[in-house]
């Protein structure tokens, strides 16, 4: 699919950002080009349009900037999962393993509904923990996850930034 380099063209990569030794993937760049910011929401609501998805849940912070686009696209609600002690109401909450110390999503009860199909979204997968926790989370709530959606796969596709599905393992959409 041509889309996908000029998706990959615009993010932008800054190293040694938050720390020294790390290459951050900005996806900042890519939303101020309201031409790709759209081809990469097309390429998910393609996917996804039609396959009965009842809600798109999208990760804390990044997952918010492209899961309520995806969302209104096909119709479906959006469950926001978030950091610790954000979400008002009552939560269920999931604690994960990072590189170095631990985090936690938190989803409202209530927000699925038992059998709901969810896809999850994110702006990158790295080693897969912050997924594997939402989709913890949302099998909690007896969710069916479908699938998740990314647009940047590492380690395996270090250097090429990419729109990928990953559930075991990372998939690319289109070609
Ligand atoms: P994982 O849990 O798969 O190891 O890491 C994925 C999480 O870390 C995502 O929530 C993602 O937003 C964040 N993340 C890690 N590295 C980067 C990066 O280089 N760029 C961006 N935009 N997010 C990152």
Redesign the pocket.
Known sequence: DPRLQGISDAIRVVPHFPKPG??????TALLLRPGVFKDAVDMFVERYRGMGIAAVAG?EA??FIFGPAIALAIGAKFIPLRKPGKLPGEVISENYT?EYGTDCLEMHVGAVEPGDRVVVV??????????SAAIKLLERAAADVVECACL?G?PKFKGFPILLTWTQQPRLIGS
């Open positions: 790390i290459m951050f993937n900005d996806i990760i990044r997952g990072l994110d702006d990158l997968v790295a080693t897969g923990g912050t997924l940047i590492l």
